[in-house]
């Protein structure tokens, strides 16, 4: 038994290992955390399996975060720190912690805090008090956090987000691929655009109708469960929809001259998933500035930001960036160096793995000193 407890708010995939060994697929992050932590792995198949018959009515309440949350709160006392992959279970948790007397360190990564029910519940329980640690992706969510309900600075460390940056590589692309077998062969430019949460879509297509490019949107998230706002809409000829693979997907980045990341407003890091796999691919970024999303690219050194919801802007970047390849690819190879030294998987899980090991130095020293002192 180990001294840490990570959640997986999902299933992991029984192959998941002989996947990544493969190069099917990036490694998971829960996976590179767990071996670096030192932690025991939870997910909801393997709390359906240990809470039974009860665990069946929590989710059927809740739903299955809930139960994840109900299995962690069971085992309590055979870890020294949980450490929740988000505030779906995390908030939870920390609901049925505060009734348990004793409780073990519990950190949370917090992805977005500031919507309505969540702060209700965080303020009607101040949940804050059962969270020790919070790491978040956004500088803004860092300052909301720190400002709604007085948490201190030291307790909500923003960390950047991260890009297994082995499997997310040129050389690791295929020149000659399957994917978008309609565009072989096409002399016009190609962008792309990925993910779904808070994607203007429609704004792109407006931008870029009529334009002599092809962009490829690839409308798909394993995460997000916003509806793809592609939907409905009038597609331009020049604009394919599909979803593809990651490992597809890091084809279709090698054949982009660049990315465009159109974004609704939003206070949280809306699309840094699919940015960090674009600058590890080394290409430019055209990006919607939002409240949220201004920590990852820097403005003329690895993309350029446009305002959000203007056509017009979008359409003129575009435009001067397909006429300045050299400029594309500067921006490019400036987004991996970033990647590299900043972004990676590795270096995140370093991260989070100094805080983890700290707070359990930390609690090994009180747990001494109280010994000695009852001596």
Known sequence: MNEVLLTVSGVIPDDIEEQIARGERPEADYIAMAREFGADLVDYDLARQRNGRLGRLLEKIGGPNLLLAWDCFKRRDQYRLIFTDGEQVGLPLALLLKFAGRRPIHFMIGHILSVDKKMRLIDAFQLYNEIDTFFVYSTWQKEFIQSRWGVAPQRVIFTPFMVDAEFFRPDQAHEESAVLPELQGSESPIICAVGLEF????????????????????????????????????????????????????????????????????????????????????????????????????????????????????????????DQPGEAKRMGQNGRLRIEQEMSLELYVNRLNAYVQQALANLNYNQQFVEVSLE
Not at 276 to 282: G, K, P
């Open 199 to 322: 994607r203007d879509y429609p704004t792109l297509m407006e931008a870029v109708e009529n334009l002599d490019l092809h962009v490829v949107i690839a409308a798909a998230s394993p995460w997000s469960k916003r509806s793809d706002s592609t939907s409905g809409q009038t597609i331009p000829a020049n604009v394919t929809v599909s979803r593809f693979s990651q490992y597809e997907l890091r084809d279709v980045y090698n054949r982009s001259a660049f990315m465009v990341m159109p974004l609704y407003e939003n206070d949280f890091q809306a699309g840094v998933t699919a940015l960090l796999e674009a600058m590890a691919m080394e290409k430019a970024i055209i990006c919607s500035e939002t409240a949220g999303q201004k920590d990852v690219i820097i403005n003329n050194e690895t993309g350029l930001y446009i305002p959000p919801g203007d056509p017009a802007a979008l359409r003129r970047e575009i435009v001067a960036l397909l």
